[in-house]
């Protein structure tokens, strides 16, 4: 089979909408149907025959267990395997009862829920979601589920992101219907560019702070990383194309369309992509992905690294969103049609989106934000650590056009907007009008939030993109509606609104250089809201206005926000302790002891130099007797910078308030951290190749 043409396999373990109908009743399908459409309940007697059709479909293709698949709020993906044997009177057979494909109690204690258990409940469960399919992967069934709270609150990645999307069906959908009456429903679609660095197995091993933070936590630069630009788009090397074609020969088997692949920018640094589709099984088919990529990688010998900054000094990676609406009639919301009325409906979604965008700046930037991707943000090479959107010079010129407008007496001002509404061409903006300095851009037919980091579950920035933009578009239609009710036209009345909403989101247009000084401080003069600090950005979930956006979208309630708050700060001072004992184990352990270890090489040498040469060792041995110096004063400086390192983390451990804890590590901590490595790195340049106990860049990079 997989000698043949993709299409030959693509989604063989996948029980989709198609193998379901050969494997269960039509009441039983009709019923799946139902909970897919309006998320209406599956009685216990149509769940048994669901699953007795999804454990036929499996065995048959030798699954052995079955597993909830979750995504809890650690932003990875969770699983227990049960066997689906059983013994009934000592004999052996398959079982699968319908209550365990909807319910599963994994032991949820350990997994993080701010509180939310502890006040409310003391189980979890996780719960099928039967609008994403269910896969085999190595043998096992894994079912999409959700996880809950017993009282519904939502403990996950997935839930939040569900409600937002329904919320924004409805307001894309009264919006969409002021020009398409025939218009029922609305979906997001998502394209998630995927970037992640490869490296050998072996050296991998050799490297505790890869194994236990999934980044270096010191290293100096290679003398050649990526600076000559060679990397990027360049020839693939064979064996990580044949790496490449494993996983993606198993991710077409579970129905993820990839489509492209390439080297990105640092060395060592890759890139892949599917098709978009629909938002959900974006997402679920993004974090099905990470999982098959790190299990392919087993067998060539290499490990995935998702981690967002890797390697100091290269660049980092970042999991692009690419986001649009498209109606149930086949339109896609963010694409400017070829007729005027089509262009009114592309700008009243495109200023509804970029007023969302401006209203919830700190918010959005909270969302991506993590202690990772805190390493990457507002980089030279990342994206800028505030907001903005791009949207081209063609559009740029229309929305000036609609903003000088000055009021609907002025006819020749509105007359001269909807000429230029009217003149909009369809594909914009074309191939050398594109910004990759903006986190936010406007690429044709869909915007591309670039700041979420690599190794994130996509589902925390896009709940807070679909929920901003639900509250923009319900303002949107209420303005309008009022305008229409004082007796306004409505292309008139739609137009006066978007002008409004482009006047509101003037704060985050920026056409320029992101990565440039001058655009840090105007955007502040602006009144946006650059991340200067990643505890201190999570804090703009608690602002008034996320939780009355989050409450009113029905997407979180203020118990759900203040839980995910802790659960972040909590988990940024948790990693970022064991990276503090970590760059601490390895200064003691393998830096000190081989800066020793040269040190004595070269005092072997001075002191023989003098035996032999007499007075002359001065002049003989000065190059030895300096290093020996700078040596010393490295090891003294590391020796006592790691003691300061253990004090600024007890200091911290001491606050019991978990905001100033995760704060006072951001600060005290991480300085220390940065003066412990630059002793380390120095000492790296400095002793003698061959006694340096780890991996360097140059091998880790470079294959
Ligand atoms: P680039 O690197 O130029 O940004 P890629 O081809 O790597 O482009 O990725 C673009 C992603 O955007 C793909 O996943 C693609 O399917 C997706 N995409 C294209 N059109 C849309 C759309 N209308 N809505 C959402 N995603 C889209
Ligand atoms: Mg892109």
Redesign the pocket.
């Known amino acids: 089979m997989e000698n043949g043409p993709v299409s030959s396999y693509f989604g063989q373990h996948v029980f989709s909408l198609e193998t379901m109908q050969k494997y269960m009743s039509a009441s039983a399908f009709q019923a799946v149907l139902n909970a897919r459409k309006t998320g209406g309940k599956i009685d216990r007697k149509m769940a048994d025959e669901i699953a007795s059709g999804m454990k036929s479909w499996a065995i048959e293709r030798g699954a052995t267990h079955y597993t909830h698949l979750f995504q809890p709020l650690t932003g990875s993906t969770a699983e227990k395997h049960e066997a689906f044997l059983s013994l009934k009177d000592g004999d052996p057979l398959e079982r699968f009862k319908g209550s365990a494909l909807v319910q599963q109690e994994p032991d949820a204690s350990s997994f993080p829920n701010g509180g939310l258990r502890n006040t409310f409940e003391a189980r979890g469960y996780s719960a099928w979601d039967p609008s994403s399919p269910a896969v085999i992967l190595d043998g096992t069934l894994l079912i999409p589920s959700v996880f809950v709270s017993y009282t519904g609150e939502a403990l996950d990645m997935k839930v939040p992101n569900l409600r937002s999307i329904q919320a924004l069906d409805a307001a894309a959908t009264a919006v969409a219907k002021l020009f398409d009456g025939k218009v029922t429903s609305v979906s997001v679609?998502?394209?998630?560019?995927q970037e992640y660095f490869l490296v050998d197995e072996a050296l991998y091993n050799a490297r505790p702070d890869l194994q236990l933070c999934s980044r270096t936590v010191i290293g100096h630069t290679s003398a050649k990383d990526q600076q000559l630009s060679d990397h990027y788009f360049g020839a693939i090397p064979s064996r990580v194309a044949l790496f490449m074609k494993d996983f993606e020969t198993e991710a077409y088997k579970l129905g993820i369309p990839l489509?492209?692949r390439h080297n990105e920018v640092a060395p060592n640094q890759f890139?892949c992509?599917?098709?978009?589709s629909e938002i959900t099984t974006a997402i679920d088919q993004n974090m099905l992905l990470m999982i098959v990529m790190q299990k392919v990688a087993e067998k060539h010998h290499l490990k995935v690294i998702f981690h967002e900054k890797p390697f100091q000094g290269v660049n980092g990676s970042g999991k692009?969103c690419?986001?649009?609406l498209q109606t149930d009639t086949g339109v896609?919301l963010?694409s400017p049609g070829k007729t005027p009325m089509k262009n009114l409906q592309f700008l009243s979604f495109y200023a509804s989106v970029v007023r969302a965008v401006c209203k919830h700046d700190a918010l959005l930037m909270a969302s991506v934000c993590s202690l990772g991707n805190s390493y990457r943000l507002g980089g030279h090479e990342a994206p800028p650590a505030v907001m903005s959107v791009f949207s081209g010079s063609t559009l740029s010129r229309v929305f000036d056009a609609i903003l000088r407008m000055e009021d609907f007496s002025e006819a020749s001002e509105v007359q001269q907007s909807i000429e230029l509404v009217n003149s909009i061409p369809e594909i914009i903006p074309d191939n050398t009008d594109r910004n990759r300095t903006s986190p936010f851009a406007f690429?044709g037919?869909?915007f591309?939030f670039r700041a979420t980091g690599s190794s994130a579950n996509a589902a925390g920035t896009t709940f807070v993109l679909n929920a901003a933009v639900a509250e923009s578009l319900e303002e949107f239609h209420r303005r309008v509606s009022l305008l229409v009710d004082r007796g306004e036209e409505m292309d008139k009345a739609i137009l006066a609104v978007i002008r409004d909403f482009l006047s509101e989101a003037s704060p985050v247009m920026f056409e320029g250089n992101g990565y440039s000084s001058e655009w840090q401080e105007e955007a502040v003069r602006r009144g946006l809201t650059p991340v200067t600090n990643v505890p201190l950005a999570f804090q703009a979930f608690r602002k008034p206005e996320s939780i009355q956006l989050f409450t009113r979208t029905g997407v979180l309630t203020p118990n759900e926000i203040e839980a995910r708050v802790e659960v972040q700060e909590e988990t940024y001072v948790k990693k970022l302790q064991i990276e503090a004992r970590v760059i601490g184990d390895i200064c003691l352990n393998h830096v000190i002891p081989a800066a020793v270890s040269y040190q004595d090489v070269l005092m072997r040498s001075i002191q023989g130099g003098k035996e032999v040469f007499g007075e002359e060792f001065k002049q003989l041995c000065k190059a030895d007797i300096e290093l020996y110096r700078k040596i010393a004063a490295y090891i003294n400086a590391l020796a006592q910078d790691s003691q300061a390192l253990v004090d600024a983390r007890k200091k911290a451990n001491r606050m019991t308030d978990m905001t100033s804890r995760a704060l006072c590590y951001s600060t005290d901590v991480l300085r220390q951290m940065e003066q412990v490595r630059d002793s380390a790195d120095h000492l790296e340049m400095l002793v003698d190749d061959a006694l340096w106990p780890l991996p360097k860049y140059r091998e880790l990079l470079f294959f």
């Open positions: 679609n998502l394209g998630l560019e489509q492209t890139e992509a599917p098709v978009f692009h690419n986001w649009s896609n963010l690429t037919n869909r591309e």
